[in-house]
């Protein structure tokens, strides 16, 4: 069920109509908080907030992409092993073995 979430970020209040879990919204705020916090401590002292708020994105975004294709590299290496394991378990359990 969708309900109102209202957060801080940067000084500015927001809120936002969802119905993921309230786990889940704690966690995703919990993370960009802690990616403004990186990027602040990391040289950008006094930067903008909307500058602030493009580099977090621009890290999370990266962060995403490296994990989709570990993801998609990581499926593919299951399903190859899967799929010699079949072969296996075909040769082993075929009535017609050599």
Do not use: H, W
């Amino acid at each position: 069920m969708e309900r109102l979430v209202k957060f801080e970020v940067l000084g500015q209040e927001y809120q936002l109509y969802t119905d993921a879990p309230e786990e889940d919204v704690r966690e995703i705020l919990q993370l960009v908080k802690t990616q403004l916090e990186e990027v602040s401590r990391v040289g950008a002292r006094g930067l903008p907030a909307n500058k602030a708020a493009i580099l977090t994105s621009l890290n999370m975004a990266s962060q995403y992409v490296r994990l989709k294709r570990e993801f998609a590299e990581y499926r593919q290496t299951v399903e190859r092993s899967l799929g010699c394991l079949s072969s296996r378990v075909e040769k082993t359990t075929s009535p017609f073995r050599d």
